[in-house]
T-cell receptor
Framework: KAGVTQTPRYLIKTRGQQVTLSCSPISGHRSVSWYQQTPGQGLQFLFEYFSETQRNKGNFPGRFSGRQFSNSRSEMNVSTLELGDSALYLC????????????FGNGTRLTVT | AQSVTQPDIHITVSEGASLELRCNYSYGATPYLFWYVQSPGQGLQLLLKYFSGDTLVQGIKGFEAEFKRSQSSFNLRKPSVHWSDAAEYFCAGSNSGGSNYKLTFGKGTLLTVNP
């Protein structure tokens, strides 16, 4: 089975721009969640989608948004980029029962200049 | 508030030596617990998980972890470290019976392996 695929791997953007990151989950996984990883804050939960609905959101400003498509693929969008948004963005997918672990992709490295 | 703490930011061991990485948790009820490993420029790979039952869990790559309720700990161990084990290790927890997608991560322990 193919793992979680994230595209692109690297992005460089300028302050004020917006960016869209893509995630394809493992086949059969309907839950997709997103995490931000920075050296200072570590790994932080952004949001999770299931059946095209956002079920939970972490403590991030409204500039961070996402969506999920009917094939479970997901995108996250960050608008009005700030320098502090520079991070590794990780997508994870899972089966929906609580005892199933998250499977992570290799991430998208976003650099804001 | 729920939390996962990894007291050691950086650990250095010699190849062939044993390894123990510490993890402490603070949850209202027994959480689900996980260990992930991250190599430079890569995502997180699941090493092992604890949900219930046997408190000693076996994982991939020869790792094991022991859940100790009395100490609120879930330490990761390996009897003999290989140079390829050099990476960053993250302990994580989630509410049992709740959402499995919302993990709380520790800050990570960077493992260096000396030849």
């Amino acid at each position: 089975k193919a793992g979680v695929t994230q595209t692109p791997r690297y992005l460089i953007k300028t302050r004020g721009q917006q960016v869209t990151l893509s995630c394809s989950p493992i086949s059969g996984h309907r839950s997709v969640s997103w995490y931000q990883q920075t050296p200072g804050q570590g790994l932080q939960f952004l949001f999770e989608y299931f059946s095209e609905t956002q079920r939970n959101k972490g403590n991030f400003p409204g500039r961070f948004s996402g969506r999920q498509f009917s094939n479970s693929r997901s995108e996250m969008n960050v608008s009005t980029l700030e320098l502090g948004d520079s991070a590794l963005y990780l997508c994870a997918s899972s089966l929906v029962t609580p005892s199933n672990p998250l499977h992570f992709g290799n991430g998208t490295r976003l650099t804001v200049t | 508030a729920q939390s996962v703490t990894q007291p050691d930011i950086h650990i250095t061991v010699s190849e062939g030596a044993s390894l123990e990485l510490r993890c402490n948790y603070s949850y209202g009820a027994t959480p689900y617990l996980f260990w992930y490993v991250q190599s430079p420029g890569q995502g997180l790979q699941l090493l092992l998980k604890y949900f219930s039952g046997d408190t000693l869990v076996q994982g991939i790559k020869g790792f094991e972890a022991e859940f100790k309720r009395s100490q609120s700990s879930f330490n990761l161990r390996k009897p003999s470290v290989h140079w390829s084990d050099a990476a960053e290790y993250f302990c994580a927890g989630s509410n049992s019976g709740g959402s499995n997608y919302k993990l709380t991560f520790g800050k990570g322990t960077l493992l260096t392996v000396n030849p």
